[in-house]
């Protein structure tokens, strides 16, 4: 234990509490109360309503919930294939400058500013021979360079964990390597795959920044729906939206993170 | 390089034809050479044991075989059948490494199996009795339902061993494979290895380990490496009994190492010759007793050769002088419960002993004589020329050069002990009698012909 006496740990537990209680249980109980709230002039809300949450699911905003849905989704799944595909790559690569090479493009999307990818991809695609400017696609190659960055981190960790004894035994055991990747490598990565895909799903959720370049009307991501009603100055659907928003991404999350694996009890 | 790939049935042939062959192999990891001009044998059904400390390139050699590391230069056959560039998965061999590396997400048949489905090499229907059979041979029938983490290290062996069977290979590579169990599972073990060999004699057996206890066990021939070099190869017998080299005296088994001159040498009965020896004083004098021991070649008078004599071949006699014995002083005393370990000093030279639980044991500072069978002492080379690299293993200090003690056979040595009475005390018979187990040490051989019958004569004298 890290602290001894009662009397440090009573200190080091009101500590804590002060900081989630201000950055954690603050803006997120806020946010559920504003969900609720007709008015809100003092402390507290004066007087609460659904009419938030029903116009929430009764207007548009809702047809967000679907487009960010289907982006996160696609953008996460294509992520998934790519970051795993180039952590494995990045294993098998003996050649330092081509493992630098690999990490420092798949570093890249985090390194700058989310802003910078979509205008990149604007630039990239608005003339020329590939035509992708207010189309759907550009917006979840967005949402896949950014966060096939984060699959990447999370799976190229794993592999490096990964007992290379395990490779060897297949192999020795007569198992081609594609063989040995199907029943052996991956499965010995689910853990990370599976939590790799739900990071990468959140976080494209909640991504503003490069869809704010790219996106078209007919392709509105929830952020950049809640965005422009708190522009609007409707700050309490904003707040439902969003609420709802959380509620979904939490049990997607809480889905994929049911789907234990046996290699998770090694 | 257009391999023997090319003929299919070439391919995974199955039991019966085994045997490795490296030829002049080397390996080197960016210029560091870790194994060095390798080349051995192992004939088909024949265990050969790698045996050497860490680093000696015997894990490399094995790896070679596998194919998990490409050779420099050099020649790797399996079968009759150069695989030095075949992938590991085109090879048919059985591995076991020394932590298993059983697949975590597979149950236990599953891990058996995982050959025979990945090769497809038998018909589905045939996968279950092939596993059933593996896993009968090693004992672990009623646990093929379970996953590894709920096996023990040496059930998880166990299953190791049976999945590297289940395909049925010709050459069966075991890398330390019992070094991850503790002393008394370990034991169990090498008896079980040992019985599956038997079961198995058509399959050839390169197995990596430091531990001679292991290699004496198992092996039908040892090869004793050190630095990425083979130091040498024989019988298990045959380096235990003749080393050739102080570095095989030294790590098969227990050895004490002492730098002499060779007196005189002449031919035994049995092709071999007896050497009269003195051993080299640290002074370099001439003071050393004139002993007698065996060697397997000729040696010229003035020779400086090494004395390598095994702690349990040592009696141990008090004031009394002995054929074939030299004075030193106890330095330290052991008791082990069922035997005593004695250290000595004689010359200058550490001298370990190792006797039956002796009932009045000597004293630290006392004077003794260490008596031994000409039979039982082996003379070999001296490594280097007068100052031999030290060696880790062997009590011995390294042998100086002795410039002055190269005259030959001084009628008394000018020793400051007392005169020799040869007459005095008997030789004790060395080849009979019962074993002397050491459950302190399990680093040692106990050999059933090499304990000492009794302990000294001159014992019981002082009892």
Request: charged fraction near 15%.
């Amino acid at each position: 234990m890290l602290l001894y006496t009662r009397r440090a740990q009573r200190i080091a537990w009101a500590v804590f509490a002060f900081f989630f209680l201000l950055l954690f249980a603050l803006p997120f109980g806020v946010l559920v109360l504003a969900a609720f709230t007709k008015q809100w002039n003092g402390a507290f809300p004066s007087s609460y309503t659904f009419s938030n949450v029903t116009a929430a699911f009764h207007t548009d905003p809702l047809d967000g919930l679907e487009t960010s849905l289907i982006t996160a989704l696609l953008s996460s799944l294509i992520a998934l294939v790519l970051g795993t595909w180039a952590a494995l790559a990045l294993d098998a690569v003996r050649n330092r400058v081509g493992k630098t090479l690999i990490q420092t493009v798949f570093m890249l999307p985090i390194a700058v500013p989310s802003v910078v990818v979509g205008l990149a991809l604007l630039v990239a695609f608005s003339q020329g021979p590939v035509l992708l400017n207010g189309t759907n696609t550009i917006v979840v190659m967005a949402h896949s360079i950014l966060v096939t960055a984060y699959a990447f981190q999370q799976v190229s960790a794993a592999v490096t964990r990964l007992d290379p004894a395990y490779e060897q035994a297949a192999a020795s055991l007569g198992a081609r390597p594609y063989y040995t990747l199907l029943r052996v490598k991956l499965p010995l990565l689910l853990p990370a795959l599976t939590g790799s895909l739900a990071l990468c799903f959140a976080l494209s959720m909640g991504e503003l920044g490069a869809t704010a370049m790219v996106y078209s009307a007919n392709w509105t991501t929830l952020p950049l729906r809640i965005y422009a009603l708190d522009d609007r100055g409707h700050q309490f659907v904003a707040a439902a939206v969003t609420a709802v928003m959380m509620t979904i991404t939490l049990a997607v999350l809480l889905v994929v993170s049911r789907i234990r694996t046996r290699a998770n009890y090694r | 390089m257009a391999a023997t790939d090319a003929d299919p049935t070439a391919r995974r042939t199955g039991r019966g034809s085994g045997g490795i062959r490296f030829d002049d192999v080397t390996v080197a990891y960016n210029g560091n050479v870790v194994l060095d001009s390798f080349t051995l044998d192992v004939a088909p059904g024949e265990v050969v044991a790698l045996l050497g400390p860490s680093g000696s390139g015997k894990t490399t050699a094995l790896r070679a075989v596998a194919g998990f590391v490409r050779p420099a230069s050099g020649r790797v056959h399996v079968g009759g059948r150069d695989v030095t560039d075949l992938p590991p998965y085109k090879r048919g061999l059985g591995m076991v490494v020394q932590q298993y590396a059983l697949f975590p997400h597979m149950r236990v048949e599953q891990n058996v199996a995982f050959g025979l489905k990945a090769q497809k090499i038998v018909a589905k229907s045939e996968i279950p009795a092939r596993v059933a059979e593996a896993l009968r041979m090693t004992g672990m029938a009623q646990y093929a339902k379970r996953y590894p983490r709920e096996l023990s290290g040496g059930q998880q062996q166990r299953v190791a061993i049976a999945r590297a069977l289940a395909i049925q290979p010709s050459v069966l590579l075991l890398d330390e494979p019992l070094s991850a169990l503790d002393a008394q599972l370990r034991s169990g073990m090498l008896a079980e290895l040992a019985r599956l060999h038997r079961e198995l004699p058509d399959v050839s057996i390169l197995y990596v380990t430091h531990d001679q206890i292991e290699a004496l066990t198992l092996a039908d021939r040892i090869a004793v490496m050190n630095e990425a070099r083979l130091v040498e190869v024989g019988t298990a017998r045959d380096l235990y009994k003749r080393p050739g080299t102080e570095f095989a005296a030294g790590f098969v088994g227990n050895s004490n190492l002492l730098p002499v001159t060779v007196a005189e040498c002449v031919a035994h009965g049995d092709g071999s010759f007896r050497a009269t020896v003195r051993i080299a004083t640290e002074s370099g004098a001439t003071t050393g007793e004139l002993v007698t021991a065996t060697c397997t070649e000729n040696a010229a008078a003035g020779e400086t050769r090494t004395l390598c004599l095994r702690p349990h071949f040592l009696g141990l006699a008090a004031a009394e002088h002995h054929d074939n014995a030299f004075s030193g002083t106890v330095t330290e005393v052991q008791w082990r419960g069922s035997a005593h370990r004695i250290f000595a000093d004689v010359h200058g030279h550490e001298v370990r002993l190792d006797t039956n639980e002796l009932r009045n044991p000597p004293a630290i500072g006392d004077e003794v004589w260490l008596h031994f069978s000409a039979e039982d002492a082996v003379l070999i080379p001296a490594s280097g020329t007068g100052s031999p690299s030290p060696d880790p293993v062997s009590a011995a200090e390294p042998a100086p050069a002795n410039p002055a003690s190269t005259e030959p056979a001084p009628a008394k040595p000018a020793s400051t002990k007392p005169a020799p009475a040869k007459d005095a005390v008997p030789i004790p018979a060395t080849a009979t009698g019962s074993p002397s187990p050491d459950p302190v040490s399990a680093a040692e051989p106990a050999l059933a012909e090499t304990a000492p019958a009794e302990p000294a004569p001159a014992e019981d004298a002082a009892r």
